[in-house]
């Protein structure tokens, strides 16, 4: 069966770390570019982040320098690991995977087309 599975999600306190993780079954994430993506309660999904399959990488300017997304494509796997966490990061953080051609391509809109989602995982910031 063809999906993307997150994991990692948690509760944290403020100015805590998590590591996200996005792994693919049944097809090679290789040939896909990533994207990560939150919804809160009450808020549209938005694009935090994303990878290109030529290991280009792109933020959302209020997670810049605090997450960094990386890829293991010798475990299928895709990372976000978000460090000096706020309460405003808390959301259900959700991975993307789309087939493209164009090694420096990803895309952080969420309404793009994706082949595959994950399921989300949920992000809690309280002390």
């Known amino acids: 069966q063809e999906q993307l599975v997150e994991s990692g999600g948690g509760l944290v306190q403020p100015g805590g770390s998590l590591r996200l993780s996005c792994t693919a079954s049944g097809f090679d994430l290789r040939y896909y570019a990533i994207g990560w993506f939150r919804q809160a309660p009450g808020k549209a999904r938005e694009g935090v982040s994303c990878?290109?399959?030529?290991?280009?990488?792109f933020y959302l300017d209020s997670v810049k320098g605090r997450f960094t997304v990386s890829r293991d494509n010798a475990v299928n796997t895709a990372f976000l690991q978000m460090d000096s966490l706020k309460a405003e990061d808390a959301a259900v953080y959700y991975c993307a995977a789309v087939r493209v051609v164009a090694g420096g391509v990803c895309y952080m809109d969420p309404e793009h087309y994706y082949d595959y989602w994950g399921q989300g995982t949920p992000v809690t910031v309280s002390s």
């Open positions: 990878i290109s399959v030529g290991h280009s990488r």
